[in-house]
């Protein structure tokens, strides 16, 4: 089916599965692309998946997903390598280098490392923000989405619970920082996050 996948997609599979035997077993979303069809040069899905948009567009996805059925237990891309504009490595745009990985590739690593745990509230009031926190025993992790694709957001992050002053990382992907930027802080009241970009912060509880 050419179509991207939405972020009611998840909550639509579990009202379907209500009154059945399988209303309450794990859910995945076993494949997510921004588009499936095939283009004019015969190729499949859409170069903007292997950009910078790509990769907030599986922020943005996944995130809700999470979001929206505490059941949701994993993920899934068509493809990891190659296969036209669907795989994080050697794709489209990269013309079959398989030395190369896309944003979405980048974000998804980095996302697997910093943001384990379970996720806990977090709440803020720009509408072109999307947040994600979690936590473990020892560390808090926050994930900012900004997909306002021109203007850039400032933030503060309050953490309940960090020692004032800690240093913080930081890693950034956005236009200006395709393969990912890592940086160190202390101050989260001022906070930027550029237009079309994912900031995930880690720090101690």
Request: net charge negative.
């Given at each position: 089916m050419a179509k991207a996948a939405s972020f009611a997609d998840i909550s639509s599979a579990r009202q379907a599965v209500t009154g059945t035997p399988a209303e309450n077993l794990p859910i995945g979303?076993?494949?997510?692309?921004m588009n499936a069809g095939k283009q004019r040069s015969g190729k499949y899905g859409i170069p903007q998946q292997g950009t910078i948009t790509g990769a907030v567009y599986a922020a943005l996805l996944l995130t809700q997903a999470f979001a929206s059925d505490s059941n949701f237990t994993m993920?899934?891309?068509?493809?990891l390598v190659s296969d036209s504009n669907f795989g994080v490595?050697?794709?489209?745009q990269s013309h079959g280098n398989y030395r190369d990985i896309d944003e979405q590739g980048w974000y998804l690593r980095q996302a697997a490392r910093l943001m384990p745990g379970q996720q806990v509230v977090a709440s803020f009031d720009d509408p072109g923000l999307q947040v994600l926190a979690t936590r473990v025993t020892t560390h808090f992790?926050?994930?900012l989405v900004n997909y306002n694709l021109h203007r850039a957001t400032s933030v503060a992050v309050n953490v309940k619970g960090r020692a004032a002053g800690s240093q913080v990382g930081l890693w950034e992907i956005s236009a200006r920082y395709p393969r990912g930027h890592a940086?160190?802080?202390?101050?989260l009241q001022r906070l930027t996050v550029p237009p079309q970009s994912i900031v995930m912060l880690r720090g101690l509880r």
């Open positions: 979303l076993l494949e997510y692309n993920a899934a891309l068509w493809d490595i050697g794709n489209a992790s926050v994930q940086s160190v802080t202390k101050d």
